[in-house]
């Protein structure tokens, strides 16, 4: 198996922070995934793997106990205790890509990779890691935006800056580090991968990133970049709160098309995004545009 092996892409949670439903919003979205009209989603979290045998986590949400329990490839294989998750790397801070790891306390231990900002945060803002590190020993790798890293034989990982002027809930940091995007390369195919699920602009130097890559899973969390403030659930707009809108002139949906990439997946959803549903205007325009909306469970190969 391992010989014929790709590298392979798990979508173990399709919504972002809340999930959908999420667990105190009555909104429409809401509302008809309730009742059962659409499918719920768990938060966001992704699982590569090279060689379909040892795995690794990008970002550890809320939801990672019942992630692992659907997806057999994460479970133990053998009696006793052991575990097919090799490491985590993080995105970001943000507690519903980082509380996860709070619920992977009783391994061995846990590799992290993220960066100094990012590290600096878990220890000194959310407290998430000084926390974990009571229950059992943290290896930190430290992630340095634009260095290759050997993940694994078959799979290279190359972090990259994601600009943001998001109001960081746990003390600014520096700018630099404090969100980043994931560039994945199969060795052996050639082909890659990004996983880009908090952005706020499409820069030139983000283009150049995505540019031409196989498969984007990407950021799709507000289809309007005003969509909470008019449900008068938030006073911010999307690209305030980090994440470039979907919809509008200089929207995501407007500005991929050139990047030539093959397959576009919108990752990321907030439970209000009516591309959550599959029978919304919404939603057609985006396959009509050729994208795609992830649901849980989804898995690419490169
Ligand atoms: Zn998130
Ligand atoms: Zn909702």
């Given at each position: 198996?391992?010989?014929?092996?790709?590298?392979?892409?798990?979508?173990?949670?399709?919504?972002?922070?809340g999930g959908s439903p999420q667990w105190n919003c009555g909104c429409a979205v809401?509302?008809?995934?309730?009742?059962?009209?659409?499918?719920?989603?768990?938060?966001?979290?992704?699982?590569?793997?090279?060689?379909?045998?040892?795995?690794?986590?990008?970002?550890?949400?809320?939801?990672?106990?019942?992630?692992?329990?659907?997806?057999?490839?994460?479970?133990?294989?053998?009696?006793?205790?052991?575990?097919?998750?090799?490491?985590?790397?993080?995105?970001?801070?943000?507690?519903?890509?980082?509380?996860?790891?709070?619920?992977?306390?009783?391994?061995?231990?846990?590799?992290?990779?993220?960066?100094?900002?990012?590290?600096?945060?878990?220890?000194?803002?959310?407290?998430?890691?000084?926390?974990?590190?009571?229950y059992c020993p943290v290896e930190w790798r430290a992630v340095v935006p634009g260095?290759?890293?050997?993940?694994?034989?078959?799979?290279?990982?190359?972090?990259?800056?994601?600009?943001?002027?998001?109001w960081a809930r746990f003390g600014a940091g520096s700018e630099h580090g404090r969100?980043?995007?994931?560039?994945?390369?199969?060795?052996?195919?050639?082909?890659?991968?990004?996983?880009?699920?908090?952005?706020?602009?499409?820069?030139?130097?983000?283009?150049?990133?995505?540019?031409?890559?196989?498969?984007?899973?990407?950021?799709?969390?507000?289809?309007?970049?005003?969509?909470?403030?008019?449900?008068?659930?938030?006073?911010?707009?999307?690209?305030?709160?980090?994440?470039?809108?979907?919809?509008?002139?200089?929207?995501?949906?407007?500005?991929?098309?050139?990047?030539?990439?093959?397959?576009?997946?919108?990752?990321?959803?907030?439970?209000?995004?009516?591309?959550?549903?599959?029978?919304?205007?919404?939603?057609?325009?985006?396959?009509?545009?050729?994208?795609?909306?992830?649901?849980?469970?989804?898995?690419?190969?490169?």
């Amino acid at each position: 198996m391992v010989g014929s092996a790709r590298v392979r892409l798990r979508v173990l949670g399709s919504a972002a922070g809340g999930g959908s439903p999420q667990w105190n919003c009555g909104c429409a979205v809401c509302a008809a995934v309730r009742s059962g009209a659409g499918d719920a989603r768990t938060q966001s979290s992704v699982a590569v793997s090279a060689d379909h045998g040892r795995w690794f986590l990008i970002n550890a949400s809320p939801d990672v106990r019942a992630q692992i329990e659907a997806f057999p490839d994460l479970q133990p294989h053998d009696g006793g205790r052991a575990t097919p998750l090799q490491a985590v790397l993080l995105t970001d801070a943000e507690l519903d890509h980082t509380l996860g790891l709070l619920l992977l306390r009783e391994a061995v231990g846990v590799t992290l990779y993220a960066t100094p900002a990012v590290h600096k945060t878990l220890c000194d803002g959310s407290g998430v890691l000084r926390t974990l590190e009571r229950y059992c020993p943290v290896e930190w790798r430290a992630v340095v935006p634009g260095v290759d890293l050997a993940l694994a034989e078959g799979l290279s990982c190359r972090a990259f800056d994601v600009p943001t002027t998001k109001w960081a809930r746990f003390g600014a940091g520096s700018e630099h580090g404090r969100v980043v995007g994931y560039r994945l390369t199969d060795t052996r195919s050639g082909g890659k991968l990004v996983y880009l699920p908090s952005v706020q602009a499409l820069t030139a130097v983000l283009r150049a990133e995505i540019q031409g890559c196989d498969c984007l899973l990407i950021d799709g969390t507000c289809w309007r970049d005003d969509e909470l403030v008019r449900l008068g659930l938030a006073g911010k707009t999307s690209r305030e709160m980090g994440h470039l809108p979907i919809d509008g002139p200089d929207g995501s949906l407007a500005q991929l098309p050139s990047l030539g990439v093959r397959r576009t997946i919108f990752v990321h959803m907030n439970n209000t995004n009516p591309i959550l549903l599959e029978d919304t205007p919404e939603r057609r325009v985006v396959e009509d545009s050729g994208m795609e909306v992830a649901m849980d469970g989804l898995e690419v190969e490169v």
